[in-house]
């Protein structure tokens, strides 16, 4: 690990020396995790913990009981961290305004989710941070949204540990009945993935909550919850490749499709091959962004861009 | 041992001095006694004051709570100042404890950021938190909820309410050619389904207004104003209300093709109605981007707006794609 800057350091030692007072002994390996740095980087942090304590007149006569101590046998030996002297900062500072609003922030996403935290822990905790903050932390909420039977329900066979069958719905693809060992749930960005062993795939895979209907519990306990999990938007094995073009300043808005992509820009413009597990979903992102993300390959998905377009327009009356 | 005394030790025992002292030490005080200044406290003194100011800076900027206690003759004379830390509002107060399952649910809302230094906010503050001893619970798995924050306003906006700040930046309405600056109080950060808002009271207008995140082009740009931290409280919960009164005038109703990724994706926040469903929405511009997605999954009935909005997108969609080029 790199170099700590100073007030990362600081900010360390004032939780560091209450954490290590509340628990009297911890093995430089536990305390090294907890603090997310190296055993080397916490033992030598320990160290120099002992060239802190109160104001003297010189380095020579400074009182040993003035200054923080530790356990040196217990470290060199054992591995194991003591204070023995401490000077002050025994107790947890205040979080900064900012350390708040973070928690905050979190804490509004994490109580919207089923079964997490009541509104009564929400509104306990809320009012325990901003009180423990040194200053009035600026507000971060999050609106929650609609729980239907559907997370619910998802949400049910976590806790229970039973899978749980639906029928699944790709875009422009067949439904298909699936039955899946739950392993997590995850929310990004307000949609709502469930992450599971597929007995269909038999392998594990994403599936977005939206596209999930009729839900039921199995009763049949899940078995393969520690299989490797793919990333979100990873690309699978039989992906297409397709070429989108969009101006620079709209990359975030082409998003997800981005990651794994090469990309080329020249003049504003950023051609992307992109790989996808059908293109012609492409058409979907073409219409969305009004044509300003242009399909350009495979001939296909283009022209399957041009048809969706032009049968919703039909919709209205307007023919091509 | 102390020769090379470095910044952060320093200002370890600079905290742990005033920590120790009710009536507070005076700058000369602490030149001559503090390890790491008294070091180098010989001859010329005004480099070492300066690294004084610098430390004091720091930690304040840390949230440590360094008090002056001035001249009170004369406030503005600070050369007999002295400098304390005062416990009660150092220490995270005594009566503040937390249950280990209030902690697993903490511990869940510390890893929801993806963003680093929203991350390393939550993570320190939630190690403060574990530093008092608390047991914890099994953690609580199965979810793994995530914020994302992509707009570079998202840090000086919470700067700026957390300092009761006037800030000004541009924001680019969809459907106007330019940005145009506006001056805003701003009061809280708001998610909506995934989009950030701020929340704040415009000055030009003198109303409430959301703004999204995204829209904002260029830095937000701190003004000398301040504003009444009152404006502040309640704010969170006023703007979702608002959202909420929003979305329930903003009702579209819609046809939509049974057993499709519209319906699918739409059913959930609508109701039925007689003839297609009803969906309200907050924002016409980005809802019309969702609805031109479905392409002929959907058809928009009313409002006249929407259905508009929709219509352009697909028009200028077709018109892209049945170009020549496709080849390139």
Known sequence: ?320 | MAERIQAGERQLNLIVALMATEIGLTKQQILESVSGYRQRNEGRSDALEKMFERDKDDLRDLGVPIETIGDSADPNDLREARYRIPKAEYDLPADISFTPAEVAVLALAGSVWSEGSLSKDATTGLRKIRALGIEVDEPIIGFAPRMTVREPSFAPLRDAIEACRVVAFDYLKPGEETPRRRTVRPLALVDYEGRWHVAAHDVDADGHRMFLLSRIVGDVLPTRKGFDPELRVGAGERAMQSLREVAERNRALLEVTPGSEAALRLARRGTPAVQGIHVPFVDLHIFADELASYGPEVRVVEPPALREAVIERLRSALAVHTEAGGAA
Request: aromatic letters at 6%; hydrophobic letters at 45%; glycine letters at 8%.
């Open chain 1, 1 to 320: 690990m790199s170099k700590m800057v100073t007030p990362d350091l600081v900010t360390l030692y004032l939780t560091l020396v209450p954490y290590l007072l509340e628990r009297g002994e911890v093995s430089v390996v536990e305390a090294a995790r907890d603090f997310d740095v190296s055993p080397a980087q916490m033992r030598s942090m320990v160290e120099k913990l002992t060239v802190i304590g109160m104001p003297g007149e010189d380095d020579y006569f400074q009182m040993p009981n003035e200054m923080f101590d530790i356990n040196w046998d217990l470290l060199d030996e054992q591995d194991v961290i003591e204070i023995t002297q401490s000077v002050g900062l025994e107790r947890s500072p205040r979080l900064t305004a900012r350390e708040a609003a973070a928690l905050i922030g979190g804490l509004r996403l994490a109580a919207s989710l089923p079964g997490v935290a009541g509104g009564e822990v929400l509104a306990g905790l809320l009012a325990k941070l901003s009180r423990g903050a040194a200053s009035a932390p600026a507000e971060v909420v999050v609106v929650p949204e609609p729980v239907d039977a559907v997370r619910t329900l998802v949400s049910q066979a976590l806790r229970d540990q039973v899978a749980l069958s639906f029928t699944y719905r790709r875009p422009d693809s067949e439904p298909t009945t699936r039955t899946v060992d739950p392993v997590k749930v995850i929310v990004t960005e307000g949609q709502w993935y469930l992450q599971g062993w597929c007995h269909l795939r038999r392998a594990m895979r994403n599936f977005l909550l939206e596209r999930v209907s009729d839900p039921r519990l199995t009763g049949i306990p899940i078995a393969h919850g520690h299989e490797p999990v793919p990333g979100l938007f990873e690309p699978g094995d039989d992906d297409e490749i397709a070429v989108v073009r969009f101006a620079d300043e709209l990359a975030p808005l082409v998003g997800d499709y981005l990651s794994g992509a090469e990309t080329t820009t020249a003049g504003g413009i950023t051609t992307a091959r992109l790989r996808v597990s059908d293109a012609r979903t492409l058409k979907r992102l073409a219409a969305r962004r009004a044509g300003r993300v242009e399909v350009l390959e495979p001939a296909g998905a283009r022209r399957a861009a041009a048809d969706w377009a032009a049968e919703a327009l039909a919709l209205y009356g307007e023919s091509s």
